[in-house]
């Protein structure tokens, strides 16, 4: 090889478009300067040439072009990641949950509910199809002591305590973490069949009253409540916002207790919460259907997440009251989400209709008789008695239970009538009285055959 061909070859190796480049090129001869000028402008359009190649990889010295938009560390070496959500971009939303279908609650507390209004049909419940968890609870209304029975008669009080314990107001309470309450009435001597279900979701305020066979239901409004209870209606009740007042702490089933009071025209409520941790917002819906019987808005700020009803005791104007009490709380991680959902799953909306009624007796003939171990002597029947048995009339204008020796036996809606069979021929204590206990009769001794009413009749006006 020639001198000048290796001096050629020497300085294509020190220049990357020499010869073994990809972008050989072959430079005539001349003068130095020429040269210099040459190298240099074809080196500034391989610059420019070299804008159309991708951008070569980074050696470990060279500083990353993303590096300026990494997250900054955190003093002890763990990434911050951005705790704001993401801003609602008008798209589909649901029910915040956490993987095991808790409700989660933010901090800036919850969502103001809708109010339910008094014949709206629901859409589907879309709480999801997962077993969830919350707590079970067994609770009842407590009526008044009962009398004893008259001197003289051969009552059987073991049929009567037993009667009265069947017949107590006992419910079963589900509350479940993500936001969901369901309500039955077990017993027969709530003015609806057994089985009927009282409903409720965390994003509406109000209920929903579900048939016993879980095929209809109808919206119960805020407010409506009480007059379910009480006289088997729909009405609406206004609603006030009363100051709720702290009254000390206690404990039950093992959890602390706050007590609060809150007043409104109906009367006062003096009631009981339990803070059990990790319950969400599962007691708050019990808290409103509570409050809610004294004319309390549901929104009230007694009702709270973490705490659960387990006492209330209300106290009507002028006169009367009854007391609601938990006798068992149960923790579950079982509680089946689609027997929660509002409205359940394929049930027809009836607007301004009730579960089919029942007709209001809730004692057959022998368990009456069993009120007697036998028939008592000397008994005059009243002029005007039937030959058996006992009629019973309700002129007031609300729902009445009739109790026979403290035991309720029969339930008569307003301006109507009973005929009780089975009664033996004896005297009894009979008293009348609404279900919340706002109107309670004095006992008065009664014979059988005989008749009783309550009030008087309805003045049929001039012709």
């Known amino acids: 090889m020639s001198g000048r061909g290796f001096a050629g070859a020497a300085e294509g190796a020190r220049d990357p478009w020499g010869p073994g480049s990809a972008k050989q090129r072959r430079f005539p001869c001349g003068n130095s300067q020429e040269k ?48 704001a959500p993401p801003r609602f971009d008008g798209g589909v939303v649901g029910i915040p949950v956490d993987s095991a279908g808790r409700l989660t609650v933010a901090d800036a507390g919850l969502p103001p509910a809708t109010p339910l209004r008094p014949e709206e049909p629901l859409s589907m419940d879309g709480v999801g199809t997962r077993d969830t968890s919350g707590l079970s609870l067994t609770a009842e209304f407590r009526w008044d002591a009962p009398p004893k029975p008259p001197a003289g008669v051969a009552a059987n009080t073991e049929a009567a305590q037993e009667l009265r314990k069947r017949l107590s107001p006992v419910m079963n309470v589900e509350l479940a973490s993500v936001g969901r309450m369901r309500l039955s009435w077990e017993s027969a001597v709530f003015p609806f069949p057994p089985g009927t279900e009282l409903r409720s979701r965390l994003d509406r305020t109000g209920h929903v009253l579900v048939w016993p066979s879980r095929g209809a239901y109808r919206s119960v409004a805020p407010g409506g409540l009480r007059a379910l209870f009480a006289e088997r209606r729909g009405d609406v009740t206004p609603l006030v916002h009363a100051e709720v007042k702290v009254r000390g702490k206690g404990s039950a089933f093992g959890f602390e207790t706050e007590r609060q009071e809150l007043r409104s025209g109906f009367g006062v409520l003096s009631l009981e919460q339990a803070k059990v941790p990790a319950s969400g917002p599962a007691g708050l819906l019990l808290c409103r259907a509570l409050v809610e019987l004294v004319g309390v808005e549901p929104t009230s700020q007694a009702c ?20 609601w009490a938990v006798t068992e709380l149960t923790r579950r991680t079982d509680l089946r989400v689609e027997e929660l959902r509002v409205p359940p799953g394929g049930a027809e909306a009836k607007p301004g209709e009730f579960p089919p009624g029942t007709t209001g007796i809730l004692l057959s003939p022998a368990e009456l008789a069993s009120l007697r171990r036998a ?38 809606p307003a301006g109507g009538s009973v005929y009780l069979l089975g009664l033996s021929q004896s005297h009894y204590h009979v008293s009348w009285r609404d279900f919340l206990g706002g109107h309670v009769t004095p006992e008065v001794r009664q014979t059988v055959p005989g008749a009783v009413s309550l009030g008087e009749p309805a003045d049929a006006g001039a012709p």
Request: aromatic share 4%; charged share 15%.
């Open 36 to 83: 210099i000028t040459a190298i240099l402008t074809l080196g500034l359009l391989g610059l420019v040439a070299g804008c159309d190649d991708p951008t070569p990889e980074p050696t470990s010295k060279e500083k990353s072009p993303n590096a300026s938009i990494q997250p900054t560390p955190l003093g002890s070496g763990v990434l911050a990641l951005p705790t």
């Open 304 to 323: 709270a997440p973490n705490l659960v009803p387990v006492n209330a005791e209300f106290r009507w104007q002028p006169k009367g009251g009854i007391t």
């Open 375 to 412: 028939p008592s002597a000397n008994v005059t029947p009243e002029p005007g008695a039937p030959g058996e048995g006992l009629r019973a009339v309700n002129h007031e204008d609300g729902l009445r239970y009739l109790m026979v020796d403290g035991v309720p036996a029969a339930w008569v």
